[in-house]
């Protein structure tokens, strides 16, 4: 059974650095496109970052761009988000996905991946 569980959310205050991870279980993925979005009640899930090969560089949300750093291990079939200058707008339920799918033209929509997470809440107080 293929599983994505994330860990690490919590309630910061602004400006506060926050590391998240993603362990994957139930096969490797290190053929897989992996990423992470967020959503808010009441709005649509949100890119954050991705990256769509094991040694490719990520992409990142205009919203990410200079803070947020997504990093892989491979062995350890795990995802990071390491999350600096936190802000109040950060806050939100941040998942992890997998998928074979996502492409540079894709890897922005949710509905590219194949696999979630159950998400980790990041508070960030102002």
């Known amino acids: 059974q293929v599983q994505l569980v994330e860990s690490g959310g919590r309630l910061v205050q602004a400006g506060d650095s926050l590391r998240l991870s993603c362990a994957a279980s139930?096969?490797?993925?290190?053929?897989?496109?992996m990423g992470w979005f967020r959503q808010i009640p009441g709005k649509e899930r949100e890119f954050v970052a991705a990256?769509?090969?094991?040694?490719?560089?990520?992409f990142y949300a205009d919203s990410a761009k200079g803070r947020f750093t997504l990093s892989r291990n491979s062995a350890k079939n795990e995802l990071y988000l390491q999350m600096n200058n936190l802000k109040p707008e950060d806050t939100a339920l941040y998942y992890c996905a997998a998928g074979r799918g996502p492409i540079l033209s894709t890897m922005r929509q949710p509905g590219a991946y194949d696999y979630w997470g159950q998400g980790t809440q990041v508070t960030v107080s102002s």
């Open positions: 139930g096969r490797t993925f290190s053929g897989y496109a």
């Open positions: 990256v769509l090969q094991t040694n490719s560089n990520p």
